[in-house]
Structure formats: structure tokens, C-alpha cells
């Protein structure tokens, strides 16, 4: 009988233990924060996977929406800034009403500069030289032409382009489907589509040539209506 009992206190020994080790490990990471020179995946350790992310020719931003549901917490916006080597160089947070017209999470501007004042990311000109280029090495080193489309997706949400870009975008993937794809993604935002030729000399196939006069020309109709 003593052993069992012995046995039962080793064992209830062990559980406590293994409580006190959790609740003291949970309450380590809720209670660190994001610090200079973090890489990446360490924020992503701490914070999880980010709602948006944006880039700049200075580097990558992560955008975070915590308590977003909660009727009892107010929502605090989150925003990490990485530099190019990868490594955090800024770190903001800050509660917003969730009941705003803003945005919650705006795309920052590739230039650099904050959002304007009525929450629009409209811009005249196309990326400068420097930003594209960050963005063209991005799609370029991504492995899969999903993974590229998902990467530019993410980049039309804060970029203008011009045809010559888009032109030079569109050339890093294999097949002229996949090619109209990421056409259909940046024609909404090309500021010189009168320089439409510079895209339609990428495809080969008289067909391809035209969905892509197709697509340019209802991207343009829209953009003009919505003007």
C-alpha cells in the first residue's frame, strides 16, 4: 500500500512539475517583446505570421491586428520593421477603434512615407529604380511560379508600375499562363499602359498577345472609371 502511495506522489510530482515548467515557459513569451536586430523568424516565433507584409528599397515591414475580435480589448496594431539584412530595426504598437473607416492595416507606400491622410495608397508615378529592383529580386529568387504570383499579389497592393517593369516582372515566369496571370495583377496599377507594346512583345503567340491587349484594356477602362 505504501508503495502504491510512493508511486502516486512521484507521479503527482512529475505532473506539477511539468505545469509549472508550461505556465512559467508561456509567461516567458508573453512577456517578451520584439527587440532590435531580431531575425525574422524570431518575431515570427513571438507573434506568429504576420497579417500584411510590404517592402521598400530599405527593407520589410510586417503588419499585426491583435484582439481584432475581442469585446474586451482594445485593438493594437502592430508594425516590424526589418532592414535588408533581415534583422528588426523598429518596432511599433499602437490601439486603434475598431469601429474606424480606416484601415486597420494599411500597405505602407514603397517610397517610404506614411499613408495619406484619408487612408488612399494612390500614387502617379511608378516604383523608383531602387524599389522595383527589390521587388524584381524577390520574385526572381522565389522558387515556384505560385509562389511568385502570391508575392506580387501581396506587392500590387502598394505599387504603381510602369510597362517596361511590368514587362521585365512578367519575363520571370516560364508559361504565358502563368505570364497573364501576373499581367492581370499589375495591370490595374500601370501608369503608362500607352506603352502597352513593351508587354505584348513578351509573348510569342499572336492568341497570348491578345488576352494581353484584353486584359491592359479593361484594367485601363476600370482605373479610368474609378477616377
Keep these: ?131 522595383f529592383n527589390v521587388l524584381y529580386g524577390k520574385v526572381q529568387k522565389a522558387s515556384f511560379a505560385d509562389n511568385k504570383l502570391d508575392l506580387l499579389e501581396v506587392a500590387c497592393l502598394g505599387c504603381n508600375f510602369s510597362c517596361a517593369q511590368t514587362a521585365r516582372i512578367i519575363k520571370l515566369l516560364s508559361f504565358s499562363s502563368d505570364q497573364l496571370k501576373a499581367l492581370s495583377l499589375m495591370a490595374p496599377y500601370i501608369v503608362d499602359p500607352q506603352n502597352a507594346i513593351d508587354i505584348y512583345n513578351v509573348f510569342s503567340f499572336e492568341s497570348d498577345k491578345q488576352k494581353a491587349a484584353e486584359i491592359i484594356t479593361i484594367s485601363t477602362s476600370q482605373a479610368n472609371r474609378a477616377y
Aim: hydrophobic residues 35%; proline residues 7%; contains cysteine.
Design 1 to 131: 500500500m505504501k508503495r502504491n502511495e510512493w508511486m502516486a506522489l512521484i507521479v503527482t510530482s512529475f505532473l506539477m512539475l511539468a505545469i509549472c515548467m508550461s505556465a512559467s515557459a508561456n509567461t516567458y513569451n508573453n512577456n517578451k517583446t520584439v527587440e532590435r536586430g531580431m531575425t525574422k523568424r524570431a518575431v515570427m516565433h513571438l507573434l506568429g505570421k504576420p497579417k500584411m507584409r510590404s517592402f521598400d528599397a530599405t527593407g520589410d515591414r510586417w503588419e499585426y491586428v491583435k484582439n481584432e475580435l475581442s469585446p474586451f480589448k482594445p485593438t493594437e496594431l502592430i508594425t516590424v520593421v526589418f532592414d535588408r539584412n533581415e534583422q528588426v530595426v523598429a518596432y511599433y504598437s499602437r490601439t486603434s477603434d475598431s469601429n474606424t473607416n480606416r484601415p486597420l492595416y494599411p500597405v505602407l507606400p514603397p517610397y517610404g512615407d506614411d499613408i495619406l491622410p484619408d487612408g488612399t495608397d494612390h500614387y502617379n508615378g511608378p516604383l523608383s529604380d531602387d524599389a
